[in-house]
């Protein structure tokens, strides 16, 4: 809280209110860990300084058992991206999921028939079918929601992937570094 705080006060007194870089705090383990009750009212007020809260609970009944149900539906509907995980058998939490979610199509094709045709199309199905898979979901604002595939970072078959990915946000901040010519001495003092 002292981190969001401080940037919190740092965005007050930028320009527009925001900070000028935003600042992620990723909170995992939330509900194990963070004894934060406030933090659903705070949601959206810190998305408009700048201050992005990455929240991980897993489940709802966790994140009901910290905040209370109508906070843990505020916290929900603060949230501008909201990823399901897959793995919950909460019935109720994955019916308003479904909803929420509403219809998907997918590529469908058909067994041919005893006339020996086939076919094939697009299919609407409901997410609420599926849910029960271990696919995680994403639910963003202003996009429709998308069932995912998953690709865990320690398989080998992903190492590639995963060092490309390791590698990009690296690159994207030291691309962009402009290095200055002091005149230093070999201790790295300036002479």
């Not at 995992?28 to 300084?49: C, I, M, Q, T």
Request: aromatic share 6%; proline share 6%; with cysteine.
């Amino acid at each position: 809280m002292a981190a969001t705080n401080t940037a919190e006060a740092i965005a007050t007194d930028s320009p527009g209110g925001r900070l000028r870089v935003p600042m992620l705090c990723a909170l995992d383990e939330a509900a194990n860990v963070l004894r934060w009750p406030d933090l659903p009212k705070l949601y959206s007020h810190f998305g408009s300084r700048g201050i992005i809260i990455l929240t991980i609970l897993q489940s709802w009944s966790q994140g009901i058992g910290m905040f209370g149900d109508r906070p843990m539906k505020q916290l929900e509907s603060s949230s501008n991206i909201y990823i399901y995980g897959g793995n919950v058998r909460e019935s109720a939490y994955l019916e308003s999921l479904a909803k929420l979610a509403g219809q998907y199509y997918r590529k469908a094709r058909n067994i041919s028939d005893s006339t020996g045709r086939g076919g094939g199309g697009i299919d609407p199905h409901h997410v609420g079918e599926h849910l029960h898979r271990p696919r995680p979901r994403i639910v963003a604002t202003r996009s429709a929601a998308a069932v995912l595939r998953r690709q865990p970072a320690d398989d080998p078959a992903n190492s590639a992937v995963v060092g490309q990915a390791q590698r990009r946000p690296h690159h994207a901040v030291t691309g962009r570094i402009q290095p200055r010519h002091h005149n230093l001495d070999n201790r790295g003092c300036t002479r």
